[in-house]
C-alpha cells in the first residue's frame, strides 16, 4: 500500500504561482511512477504531468507544458507539481497518484490516490 497526501492548493490570480506537494508513504516510494490528474467540477478527472520513478521522463498534457514543472525527490519521498502563469481554467481538484507500471497517462492504470487539494485561479 501506498498513502500520498497532497498539499499547497490555494487561491491565487490569473498569472501567478503555486507549488504543489504530495507525501508518500507505504511502500517504496523510489519504485514509482507518479503522475498529476486534476477534475474540474461536472468534469471527468484528467492527466495533468507524471514522471518516471527515475525522475528521468516526464509527460505533460500540452495545456500546461511550459507552465508546469513536476519534479520528485525520491530521498524525502515527495513529488511536486511547480505551477506558473496560472489561468482560471487550472481550476480544479488536483490529485496525486502512483503507478507500478510503465508511465501511463490514463487515470485506470494509477494504483494509488491521494485525495486531492483544491487550486482555485481567480481571473
Known amino acids: 500500500q501506498v498513502r500520498l497526501v497532497e498539499s499547497g492548493g490555494g487561491l491565487v490570480q490569473a498569472g501567478g504561482s503555486l507549488r504543489l506537494s504530495c507525501a508518500a508513504s507505504?511502500?517504496?516510494?523510489?519504485?514509482?511512477?507518479m503522475g498529476w490528474f486534476r477534475q474540474a467540477p461536472g468534469k471527468e478527472r484528467e492527466f495533468v504531468a507524471a514522471?518516471?520513478?527515475?525522475?528521468?521522463?516526464?509527460l505533460y498534457t500540452d495545456s500546461v507544458k511550459g507552465r508546469f514543472t513536476i519534479s520528485r525527490d525520491n530521498a524525502k519521498n515527495t513529488l511536486s507539481l511547480q505551477m506558473n502563469n496560472l489561468r482560471p481554467e487550472d481550476t480544479a481538484v488536483y490529485y496525486c497518484?502512483?503507478?507500478?507500471?510503465?508511465?501511463?497517462?490514463?487515470?485506470?492504470?494509477?494504483?494509488?490516490w491521494g485525495q486531492g487539494t483544491q487550486v482555485t485561479v481567480s481571473s
Open positions: 507505504g511502500r517504496t516510494f523510489s519504485i514509482l511512477d
Open positions: 497518484a502512483a503507478d507500478s507500471g510503465v508511465l501511463t497517462t490514463s487515470a485506470y492504470d494509477y494504483d494509488f
Open positions: 514522471i518516471t520513478w527515475s525522475g528521468g521522463s516526464t
